[in-house]
């Protein structure tokens, strides 16, 4: 069984959508929460990250933590042309040192 | 505040060459990673790297990869055979310590043929 499983899509939405973006964990040591984005031929950048269980905002963006579910979610609103690219999953255990167990990643594009 | 810079941005080679990758972090980071992303996956981590010593190489393949972390600053990563199997991006991530955000550059594309 993988550490992190994020269904890869594609995502094809209208402007204007809400987005779901969806990761498991088979890990329950996990405890930080990260969510990168991705533009073609890009490195990924940090979107939003999360220590606990919950709900966090950051404008347009949602980044929800179920623990108990070992399940995360990405919520993007109003979504945009812009917002088109590849999100990553990614989490770790602080506790063992910092590597990075990423998802395979969830392709999006917007219609304008 | 300049980003982490990788070259070349673009390699192919035929299998069994050799190649090398660089990378210049962010001014002042103590941690450089070494990813590899394969088409259609999430990066995997190859090598971290706290100023010059190895933290984590569990996962490279010690047998044709190599990377060093010389006077703590750059670094470069090596395949000596490639194979085909080692297309991928090969991004390159700092940060400021272990536990801080990690930036990631933008990576070099291999194609092995």
């Known amino acids: 069984q993988k550490e992190v499983e994020q269904d890869p899509g594609p995502l094809s939405v209208p402007e204007g959508a809400i987005v779901s973006l969806n990761c498991t964990y088979s890990?329950?040591?996990?405890?930080?929460f990260m969510w990168y984005r991705q533009y073609s031929r890009k490195g990924p950048e940090l979107l939003m990250y999360t220590y606990s269980s919950g709900n966090k905002e950051d404008g347009r963006f949602t980044a929800q933590v179920d623990k108990s579910s070992k399940y995360i979610s990405l919520f993007i609103r109003d979504s945009q042309p812009s917002d088109s690219a590849t999100y990553l999953c990614?989490?770790?255990?602080?506790?063992?040192?910092?590597?990075?167990?990423f998802g395979t990643g969830t392709s999006l594009t917007v219609i304008p | 505040e300049a980003g982490v810079a990788q070259s070349p941005r673009y390699k192919i080679i035929e299998k069994r060459q050799s190649v090398a990758f660089w990378c210049n972090p962010i001014?002042?980071?103590?941690?450089l990673y070494w990813y590899q992303q394969i088409l259609g996956q999430g990066p995997k981590l190859l090598i971290q790297f706290q100023n010059n010593g190895v933290v984590d190489d569990s996962q490279l393949p010690k047998d044709r990869f190599s990377a060093e972390r010389l006077k703590g600053v750059d670094s470069t990563l090596k395949i000596q055979p490639a194979k085909l199997e080692d297309s991928a991006v090969y991004l390159c991530?700092?940060?400021?310590?272990?536990?801080?955000?990690?930036?990631f550059g933008p990576g070099t594309r291999l194609t092995v043929l």
């Open positions: 990614a989490m770790t255990n602080l506790n063992t040192g910092n590597q990075f167990y």
């Open positions: 991530a700092s940060s400021l310590d272990w536990i801080s955000e990690q930036f």
């Open positions: 001014s002042g980071h103590a941690t």
């Open positions: 890990n329950s040591a996990f405890q930080y």
